[in-house]
């Protein structure tokens, strides 16, 4: 049988690799990149993140825990998969019985009750990789004209007028394929 392995420990690894991981019959986890942000007092910049959610209906295994974990161990992808399956049975039990159930270092599981499961991150835990390391910021007072709304920054003019110039350049692009098209078809 394969050997004790903190499964937990391997998803937090995949999620920081990952932006999607599903565990077979249980669910997945999704990571979306959020920008900085100012706390709300605008005395504070903290760095962007990942935010986890769970989506208990998309059960369809894309087998990367399962390669992890034999990777890992050195079993079999056969053993790793019995290894999970063993691991989300407890896992299901244990919400059945707790209604919340703790993933070590990454976050927990809860249970609604209407059976929904959902998923918390743990507080400090920020599994972008681009951001490790990083810390919020003190400032005396971030200028309120730098959002456009509560939190949130608003790109730069520079990054406007790239975007804007972006799609004059496509449109341009187009117009001179379709001009040479029409040009290569009535000759």
Known sequence: MVEEVNIAAI???LLREYGRIS?????S???E???AEASVNRKQIYPPFKEITFSSQEIWNDERLERELANRTGCTIAEAREQVAFWV???CFKLGVERKVGLDNLGYLTI???NQVSFTLDKGINLLKEAYGLTPVEVKDVPKVMFEEEGQ????IAKRRK?????IIFIGVVIVVAVLLAIYYNK
């Open 89 to 91: 049975d407890e896992l």
């Open 112 to 114: 609604s009750s209407g």
């Open 163 to 167: 975007v804007h110039y972006d799609w």
């Open 23 to 27: 565990v077979p019959c249980l669910g």
């Open 29 to 31: 986890f999704v990571a």
């Open 11 to 13: 998803l937090y690894d």
């Open 33 to 35: 990149y959020h920008s």
């Open 153 to 156: 920054f608003k790109p730069s």
